[in-house]
């Protein structure tokens, strides 16, 4: 555990920690508020059409369908692209200090601690 992090380790932790996070209550609920909000803003709906929702409509911002986009943006080239980003820039910051980006520390950036006691 106390040695370098590798790209494709670093790659593993990420996606394991975004799933895991679409998947708790906080984000369900975060996630439609988003969608609601955004839709009041830019005007495309005011309080008077939340009745006039359809199920259809409904599906559209439910919070599996957040799940299924992000286990679909976790294969894609975007999340290899921003995870290298990050992982470069965490190795460029260790490399400063004159450390290794250890796997350790990778683990500890996606940790709830809350949640694990």
Known sequence: MNRACEFNEYVSIMSQHLIE???T???????RA????????????DSDD???FDDEDLRAI???TAQKNMADFIRSEDFIEECRKIFSGKVQQCLVEKEQFKLVEALEDTMDF????
């Open 34 to 45: 988003e969608v609601m909000d955004k839709l009041m803003d830019d005007g495309v709906m």
């Open 62 to 64: 439910a919070p599996e």
């Open 114 to 117: 809350w949640r694990v006691g």
């Open 21 to 23: 996070e679409s998947e």
């Open 50 to 52: 939340l009745n006039d």
């Open 25 to 31: 209550p906080e984000f369900k609920h975060k996630f």
